[in-house]
Each structure stands twice: as structure tokens, then as C-alpha cells.
């Protein structure tokens, strides 16, 4: 490599970034397949932790900035306003390379492989989604429905969809996306629905599920479904104490 050419170097470091990212995620697979996923879950706990500790540390003396409580001081700068609006374009990044993997194996191998591909791969995510919400909010094992209450709204999909909370009961409540970024798109480009069902029970129960074990979902509507105009899809929580 010409060691005098900046944008080569500059592209080779960004490279690097995806390689470590790509070789993260493959250990946790790894590990999960060889020890289970509630093994592998406690090794990543400490895994990430401390790996996270070492890259800021050093990229912090490379770039120029302090940690503050684990956090680079740059974020802490921002305002709230600011954060907001890079919460919401880290989650809409999130879901544009969902839509674009989705979207890579159906053309070339069609809807149907995609589908199969999507699902498989909602039933690892969306546990590890509530599991990182459950750290974050320091959520316990038992948290019940006040506990996935408060983690569905720490979702990335709660950053960029309107969801609501409905028809509480002291052992269940009905939780309906309002606004789903995918549907709308969808919805102004005057196409069907995505028939997303298969792996909304996937990803609604895995989440719940991983949340509180006690928790029960119930699928009251999802596309390809009828749904009224006001939400796309609809899930019902209960919980037997």
C-alpha cells in the first residue's frame, strides 16, 4: 500500500472498523453455538464491557477526547436536541442495512430465501436487543410487564416508528406500531403491505420473552393481515402470575 496516499489509508481504517465489527459479532456467534445463548450472553456481558474500555482509550488518545463516565465527551457537548436527532439517524442507519441485506439475498435468491434469512435472523437479534436494553435499564429477571413497558421504548424501532401502549390490565396490555417507517414508504409508493407476520411473532416474542419468561405475546394483527388505519401491526402481552 502507497503509504503516502491519505484517502487509501483513511478508507483501509474504516475497513478496519467493519472487520473488528464483523469479528465481534462472529465470536458471540461462535460462542453461542458452542456454549448456549445463555452462556454466551455472560461472556459478552464482560467481553464487551472490557473491549469497549480498551478501543475508547485509545481512540480517545488518537482523536482528543476524554471519557466521562464511559461516554466520549464530544456526546456529552451535545445538546439534547442534537442527540435526539443522531439517535434517530443511528436507528434509521440501523434499519437501512436490515432492508438492504433483505434486499442483497432476495435478488439473488428471491423473496422466499430472504424471508427465511429475515426471520432466522429476528430470533438471534431481537433477544440480544432485549438483553442490551435489560443492561442498560439494569433491568431484573422478573421485571414483569412494567419492565417490558419501559424496554420496548429503549428499541431501536422506538426511535423512528410511533408505537403506543393500549388496553392496560393489571396481567396484559396491547402494544400497536401507529407509524411503521417501512410501511409508510411502502404505503407512498401506493404498494402492498410487507407481509411481515412471520417475523413479527419472531421478534415480538423472542423480545418478550427474553424481558420477563413469564410474559405471553399474542399476535391480534400484523400485514399481511387486515389492519384498521390507524396502526399496522398489534400484539397482545399478558402475563400469569
Given at each position: 500500500m502507497n503509504s503516502q496516499d491519505p484517502h487509501q489509508t483513511a478508507a483501509l481504517i474504516i475497513d478496519y472498523f467493519?472487520?473488528?465489527?464483523?469479528?465481534?459479532?462472529?465470536?458471540?456467534?461462535?460462542v453461542q453455538h458452542q456454549l448456549g445463548p445463555e452462556k454466551a450472553l455472560q461472556i459478552l456481558e464482560n467481553a464487551y464491557t472490557l473491549s469497549y474500555e480498551v478501543q475508547?482509550?485509545?481512540?480517545?488518545?488518537?482523536?482528543?477526547?476524554?471519557?466521562?463516565?464511559?461516554?466520549?465527551?464530544?456526546?456529552?457537548?451535545?445538546?439534547?436536541?442534537e442527540l435526539q436527532t443522531l439517535k434517530e439517524n443511528v436507528a434509521?442507519?440501523?434499519?437501512?442495512?436490515?432492508?438492504?441485506?433483505?434486499?442483497?439475498?432476495?435478488?439473488?435468491?428471491?423473496?422466499?430465501?430472504?424471508?427465511?434469512?429475515?426471520?432466522?435472523c429476528w430470533a438471534q437479534f431481537s433477544p440480544f436487543e432485549a438483553w442490551s436494553v435489560k443492561r442498560m435499564l439494569s433491568l431484573g429477571e422478573s421485571s414483569g410487564l412494567e419492565g417490558l413497558k419501559r424496554a420496548l421504548?429503549?428499541?431501536?424501532?422506538?426511535?423512528?416508528?410511533?408505537?403506543?401502549?393500549?388496553?392496560?390490565?393489571?396481567?396484559?396490555?396491547?402494544?400497536?406500531?401507529?407509524?411503521?417507517?417501512?410501511?409508510?414508504?411502502?404505503?407512498?409508493?401506493?404498494?402492498?403491505?410487507?407481509?411481515?407476520?412471520?417475523?413479527?411473532?419472531?421478534?415480538?416474542?423472542?423480545?418478550?420473552?427474553?424481558?420477563?419468561?413469564?410474559?405471553?405475546?399474542q399476535c391480534i394483527a400484523c400485514p399481511p393481515d387486515a389492519h384498521p388505519e390507524g396502526w399496522y401491526c398489534a400484539w397482545k402481552f399478558s402475563i400469569t402470575m
Open positions: 467493519h472487520r473488528t465489527a464483523i469479528h465481534h459479532a462472529l465470536w458471540y456467534a461462535e475508547m482509550k485509545r481512540l480517545g488518545k488518537i482523536l482528543g477526547f476524554e471519557m466521562n463516565e464511559g461516554i466520549p465527551q464530544p456526546l456529552l457537548n451535545k445538546t439534547e436536541a434509521a442507519n440501523w434499519l437501512a442495512n436490515d432492508g438492504i441485506w433483505f434486499q442483497a439475498v432476495e435478488n439473488q435468491l428471491g423473496m422466499s430465501d430472504a424471508k427465511r434469512c429475515n426471520d432466522a421504548q429503549y428499541r431501536l424501532y422506538a426511535a423512528i416508528n410511533t408505537q403506543e401502549i393500549v388496553e392496560e390490565t393489571p396481567d396484559s396490555f396491547v402494544f400497536r406500531m401507529v407509524d411503521c417507517r417501512v410501511q409508510s414508504a411502502r404505503k407512498r409508493k401506493n404498494l402492498d403491505d410487507y407481509p411481515c407476520k412471520s417475523a413479527g411473532i419472531v421478534e415480538y416474542s423472542t423480545f418478550a420473552e427474553a424481558i420477563d419468561s413469564r410474559i405471553q405475546t
